[in-house]
């Protein structure tokens, strides 16, 4: 009786171990495996589904086209994705066992403010490539030369786009900041409320919300008794964003609107409904179908589309962007080890799909890791998104002249 | 001498679990192996300390919020105040003991699903804390970065360091060990008999002169101790703290680990963790169906296995008899609502 | 402070409380037929959205079948996972607890990989403010309120009124004694686990159009339910109202003074105190 009841466990341990030991098939010859990381579940998976289809496009172009040549040797590309839900300790584990077990040395795409850091501590002392769409000014700096920022991020944005609105619309004084409650969202509202008030204009309210909230009576109410001639709904996500434009105008709400970090206007349009969403201003937003942008992102937007039947956000773009600046360095560098990548990687301008693309940043953060490329402010008119101007951030306004 | 059956089974149990958790860096120097056998390993103590407080019949939600307060301690008082970790571990069992003392005595006024709701109001408070204020102490939203590992330790003349995985891991065995044989041995013994008792009817525990709230309360301080010594651990080897560590996803987790693998033995929470844990991980594989696979999963488990994973072999070796009286009565019920 | 102000946060806490209402009182209809807290209660209510999203925004069915649709498939819904599912865990809170974690990741999961991550919007059904001195509140949340005061009346008057639901309010209070009358245990809990549902669904249709509809949007009803079935007291209807009133004033005038991360603490602190001095609630039945 004892005996068949430690035999039970013994075969149960055997299985165990058994299960711990039966890992991912061993990799095949001349595989470059590339890992991508994201939110793929819950709240914000729509950041992490456009990072996965934004590799995966410049992947299958690469393989496509024979594979891609770094050196003397051919590399077939394969991507190796996790989903770390949004958990900074998953994101931490996701990136173990990319960089440990799936032995990747180049990690393009990650999103969600907190588990950037979660991975860094994984990826900076390996000196594993790290490309991301992570907002806050801690994930760049000196002390980690191997993380970079493919996306314009708060930071590059809310100057040039405050400067804009001073001088199309100079009856706009009083400014009324609203972001979700979490690293991206409190750094946004820092940037915005600093060019803000650097610009001159008067910031009567700067408030954060929890996010999955889906009422902003309460708050709203608030904020608009204030008397803002603005309201900038900063880093809400789509959804939110377009509940809290439709719910002001619900309210009374008869000035401007803008939307810092906006990256999929369509979106909010659907949400707040034509009229409330007239004259949202989207400045970091892409639309891939503009005449502004250049001519290889429409093309991307398109091949999109057919390929996942949702239109292309930025942070699509963005990482697919990522992924064709880091294999061109592979190839400069004539090889995949990371230091030697990393020199390649000079702050040099790139031709990517975003035209001429510079990695800058280093009044900002210290060191040039952010991806610099060419803005559009874009303004919803009659249900739909149109372009309106075309703004160069940072150093990329010195490169044009 | 000859040994009962129950010093027996506890005593093979945790030297099972020693040989186990010591052996393991013998057979494989694997990073990624290692680093999610440490996160086992500090699991084990999560749900080895609930178990405890689970077991006379009461779901504390609120458990992870201990390891939080540990956290968080531990991290300020090294990077603020300058002491070794060596200091601050033990210390955010303290004060981890500290706060539980008071909030258990409040919280052990109901019961039930009372109880389950006001440890579940409470974490969520702690994490609301955490996240949104002091925020010069604890880093709102973005957290707590750059927590120094533990600082090396001098002992018997050498010097420790605990900067590499392995290192960390021999860290997290030694906590889990003296842990484990805390519990363990609170089990076979009065204290454990009193909580079967509690567990399977409080109101006749409480009419035989069981004093049924300092028993739970004495559960609950002691297990949130253990909370506490984990969420030392957890910030020091991680280096990155985060409110959303110690929020309803990874106390859900711990309860999980907890009921599928049997709250009626202090093995129960062995057994679930790490297969769970294993059967997690692999299915990160499956990258877009993870979570729907482990709903399932979750599900079939728990409606095949009501008793928890730990009653198989019972359940196996009863079957195999073909329905002899079995001894299993030891093996514990599931817990009655 | 204008009073205009201070109205208008009572008005904004009020007028979705009553949809929060039925959530809560869904979920504690399960707990009191079944003594299990379902967890996956959010998932329903979510379920109903995006069944409403289907018929109105999709299939162009007029909005109140497309309310009755909802309210229909969900409780359908509700039968089945009871059968299937929670019957066995009749009484085992904490089993059914972790079936019903399950659950959830499922239906969430088969939802996000059926219907993509991104926020489907659901078109207004009605259009228009009210305005009266500073007040406003839009039409479509005044027909929400109103429509919501409705169901819950109506779910009142089977408890009190008809037989089933005399046999459930039996089976409530003490389901040993019900059995030895007469009533069948088994289809009671069948159709009290549906209508619990069916009332989720239907929080989720009324909300559709006002929030839209995205997989994981049952999180945070499920939370205030919860809130509010604890102040209000398990078991009460009259108490699941009053309880969602006081959350939503609560919520109202709170964001007026503090920022949302206090008002959250806020709703919770309701909790720990109703718990400790009164510990069944405003009206609960212990």
Not at chain 1, 64 to 81: F, N, P, R, S
Not at chain 1, 390 to 398: D, F, N, S, T
Not at chain 2, 18 to 32: I, K
Not at chain 2, 88 to 111: D, E, H, M, N, Y
Request: proline share 4%; charged share 15%; with cysteine.
């Amino acid at each position: 009786m004892k005996a068949q009841r430690c035999r039970g466990w013994g075969l149960m341990l055997a299985v165990a171990l058994l299960l711990g030991t039966a890992g991912p098939a061993p990799a095949a010859e001349k595989l470059l495996e590339i890992g991508v990381l994201g939110p793929l579940s819950g709240g914000a998976a729509s950041y992490g589904v456009e990072l996965v289809r934004g590799a995966e496009m410049r992947a299958d172009e690469i393989n496509k086209a024979g594979g891609l040549k770094v050196g003397a040797d051919v590399y077939k590309i394969k991507l190796i994705t996790y989903d770390h839900k949004a958990s900074a300790a998953d994101a931490a584990t996701a990136a173990n066992k990319l960089v440990f077990q799936d032995k990747v040395k180049f990690i393009i795409g990650n999103a969600v403010g907190a588990t950037c850091n979660a991975v860094q501590t994984v990826t900076e002392p390996q000196k594993i490539m790290f490309a991301f769409v992570c907002w806050g000014t801690k994930n760049l700096g000196q002390d980690k030369p191997y993380s970079f920022r493919s996306m314009l991020s708060q930071w590059e944005a809310a100057e040039p786009f405050y400067r804009w609105i001073k001088e199309k619309r100079p009856t706009i004084k009083k400014v009324a900041i609203i972001s979700p409650n979490d690293t991206s969202g409190l750094d946004t509202n820092t940037a915005v409320v600093k060019a803000a008030k650097g610009l001159g204009f008067d910031v009567v309210a700067e408030e954060t919300y929890e996010r999955g909230t889906k009422d902003f009576y309460p708050i709203l109410t608030k904020m608009l008794a204030k008397k803002p001639d603005m309201l900038d709904v900063a880093a809400a996500p789509p959804g939110e964003a377009g509940l809290i434009v439709k719910q002001a105008v619900e309210l009374g709400f008869k000035g401007a609107k803008g939307w810092t970090a906006g990256s999929n206007p369509a979106t909010l349009v659907s949400i707040a409904g034509v009229e409330a969403a007239e004259g949202v201003w989207s400045p970091v937003n892409i639309n891939v179908k503009s005449d502004f942008v250049d001519a290889k992102v429409r093309k991307f937007g398109e091949e999109y589309e057919k390929r996942y039947k949702e239109v292309a956000g930025v942070i699509a773009v963005a990482n697919y962007g990522a992924f064709d600046v880091f294999t061109k360095a592979m190839q400069e560098a004539g090889s995949i080890e990371t230091e030697k990548v990393l020199a390649a990687l000079t702050s040099r301008p790139y031709e990517t799909v975003w035209g001429r693309l510079l990695i800058g940043g280093k009044e900002t953060y210290g060191i040039d890791r952010q991806f610099l490329y060419p803005m559009v402010i874009s303004e919803v008119r009659g249900g739909k998104n149109v372009d309106l101007e075309q703004v160069l951030p940072g150093a990329l306004k010195a490169l044009k002249k | 001498m000859s040994l009962d059956p129950g010093l027996r089974r506890a005593l093979t149990g945790y030297g099972l679990l020693a040989a186990a958790s010591l052996g393991l860096p013998l057979l494989t120097r694997d990073t990624y192996y290692i680093d999610v056998a440490t996160t086992i390993l500090m699991n084990l103590v999560l749900t080895m300390s609930l178990r405890l407080e689970v077991s006379t019949g009461q779901l504390n939600m609120a458990h992870i919020s201990f390891v939080g307060i540990g956290a968080y301690a531990s991290t300020l008082l090294v990077m603020r105040g300058g002491y070794s970790f060596w200091l601050t571990l033990p210390l955010a069992g303290l004060v981890a003991a500290a706060f539980a003392l008071p909030i258990g005595s409040l919280a052990l006024r109901v019961s039930g699903p009372y109880y389950f709701l006001i440890t579940f109001a409470f974490s969520e408070v702690v994490r609301l804390v955490f996240n949104n204020f002091f925020v010069e102490w604890f880093g709102g939203p973005s957290g707590l970065v750059q927590i120094p590992k533990p600082d090396p330790l001098r002992l018997a003349g050498r010097e420790l360091t605990f900067v590499g995985k392995v290192e960390l891991y021999h860290l997290m065995c030694v906590i889990l060990l003296l842990a484990a044989a805390v519990l363990v041995r609170l089990d076979y013994s009065r204290f454990g008999l009193l909580g079967n008792a509690i567990r399977q009817s409080d109101l006749l525990a409480e009419t035989l002169g069981v004093w049924v709230f300092r028993y739970r309360l004495v559960a609950f301080v002691v297990g949130s101790f253990m909370a506490g010594l984990a969420g030392a651990f957890f910030a020091h080897s991680h280096q990155v703290l985060h409110a959303s560590d110690v929020g309803l996803e990874p106390m859900v987790l711990l309860v999980v680990f907890t009921v599928i693998g049997g709250t009626g033995s202090v093995w129960g929470p062995v057994v679930g963790t790490v297969v769970l844990t294993i059967v997690s991980e692999f299915m990160r594989e499956f990258h877009y169906y993870e979570n729907l696979l482990y709903g399932l999963v979750l599900i079939l488990m728990m409606l095949l296995f009501p008793e928890g994973l730990i009653s198989l072999p019972g359940r196996l070796a009863r079957f195999l008899r073909r329905g002899r009286p079995a001894e299993s009565q030891a093996m514990g019920v599931g817990v009655a609502s | 402070m204008p009073i205009e102000l201070l109205i208008q946060a009572l008005l904004n806490g009020f007028a979705l409380a009553l949809v929060y209402v039925l959530v809560a009182l869904g979920l504690t209809l399960i707990f009191s037929i079944l003594e299990i807290i379902n967890f996956a209660h959010g998932e329903f209510y979510m379920l109903g959205g995006y069944a409403t999203y289907f018929a109105f925004a999709v299939f162009g069915l007029p909005y109140v079948p497309t309310l009755g649709l909802a309210i229909v498939a969900v409780g359908l819904g509700g039968m089945v996972a009871e059968r299937l599912i929670f019957r066995s865990l009749r009484g085992k809170a904490l089993n059914a607890f972790i079936v019903s974690l399950g659950l959830l990741w499922v239906l969430q999961s088969a939802a996000q990989l059926s219907f993509g991550v991104l926020d489907k919007s659901v078109p207004r059904a009605f259009s228009g403010i009210i305005r009266a001195g500073g007040i406003i509140i839009s039409v479509e949340r005044f027909v929400v309120m109103l429509a919501a005061a409705g169901l819950i009346a109506v779910l009142y008057l089977f408890l009190q009124w008809s037989r089933v639901g005399r046999a459930m309010r039996a089976v409530a209070q003490d389901a040993d004694g019900a059995a030895l009358q007469g009533v069948n245990i088994e289809f009671i809990s069948m159709l009290g686990f549906a209508i619990g549902c069916a009332l989720a669904g239907a929080a989720g249709g009324l909300l559709a159009p006002v929030f839209a509809v995205s997989p994981a949007m049952g999180a945070l009803p499920v939370v205030k339910a919860f809130i509010i079935i604890i102040v209000g007291g398990m078991g009460s209807l009259p108490g699941a109202v009053l309880g969602g009133l006081l959350l939503g004033t609560v919520e109202g005038i709170g964001a007026l003074f503090f920022g949302s991360a206090a008002v959250n603490i806020l709703g919770f602190l309701m909790v720990i105190l109703v718990l400790l001095v009164r510990p069944r609630g405003l009206f609960g039945v212990a």
